[in-house]
């Protein structure tokens, strides 16, 4: 079974602060994805990537970057923290090419940023 | 740009009646649709993948059917059970399989 793990369930960080989430898959997957959820919002996608130090921005990248050093791993970073990004924070993960589409979610990160 | 749409945003069914629930999207250039659960709190389970060149997929009590041309997806859920009960999400992906957008789900509760 695919597994994707995310480096925490919860998080509480000051206003300003920098802020790491951390997510590694352990099926060789190309693609990774960060989401945020948020009610009435939905999922929302943040940034992508669909290979080692490729990223892509997704619907809302402002606030937000991203690294992937490893194929196994990818960082969501806020550099500095603001209230408007208290959310949940949703990593996943899928193959490309033939095996394209089917995403394989983390936990999730409960962020609250005071 | 992509939007999709859930209908009804909740749903409350007595234990063994069959669940209904519908997605709809705008664009049809997809590459598959996918339906995931999601319980309180935590991450999403994908349930379904339908390719865009299939009609249907079945796993256990449920199928989900895909209408590409109109816009429309439907997942049925036979005999529903309390432990049914979560919030069911519908995505589509983009033309190169990669991209995902979803609905705002449908919230199931169904009553012992």
């Known amino acids: 079974d695919v597994k994707v793990t995310q480096s925490s369930r919860y998080l509480v960080k000051r206003t300003g602060e920098k802020v790491f989430l951390e997510c590694v898959q352990d099926m060789d997957h190309e693609n990774m994805f960060w989401y945020r959820q948020d009610p009435g919002l939905g999922l929302r996608l943040i940034y992508f990537?669909?290979?080692?130090?490729?990223?892509e921005k997704g619907d809302i990248p402002e606030g937000y970057s991203v690294s992937r050093e490893k194929k196994e791993r990818f960082s969501l970073i806020l550099e500095s923290a603001s209230t408007n990004q208290t959310s949940m924070y949703l990593c996943?993960?899928?193959?490309?090419?033939?095996?394209?589409?089917?995403?394989?979610f983390g936990p999730g990160t409960r962020l609250t940023v005071t | 740009k992509q939007e999709v749409t859930q209908i009804p945003a909740a749903l409350s069914v007595p234990e063994g009646e069959n669940l209904v629930l519908n997605c709809s999207f705008t664009d049809s250039a997809i590459y598959n649709l996918q339906w995931f659960r999601q319980d309180p709190g935590k991450g999403l389970t994908s349930l379904l993948l339908?390719?865009?060149?299939?009609r249907e997929q079945t796993s256990g009590r449920l199928n989900a059917s895909l209408d590409k041309s109109s816009g429309r997806s439907t997942l049925y859920i036979a005999a529903s059970q309390p432990g049914d009960s979560a919030t069911y999400l519908c995505a589509v992906s983009d033309a190169a399989g990669n991209k995902l957008t979803f609905g705002g789900g449908t919230r199931v509760l169904v009553k012992p």
């Open positions: 990537s669909y290979d080692v130090k490729m990223k």
């Open positions: 339908i390719q865009s060149s299939q």
């Open positions: 996943a993960s899928s193959l490309s090419g033939t095996g394209a589409g089917k995403q394989y």
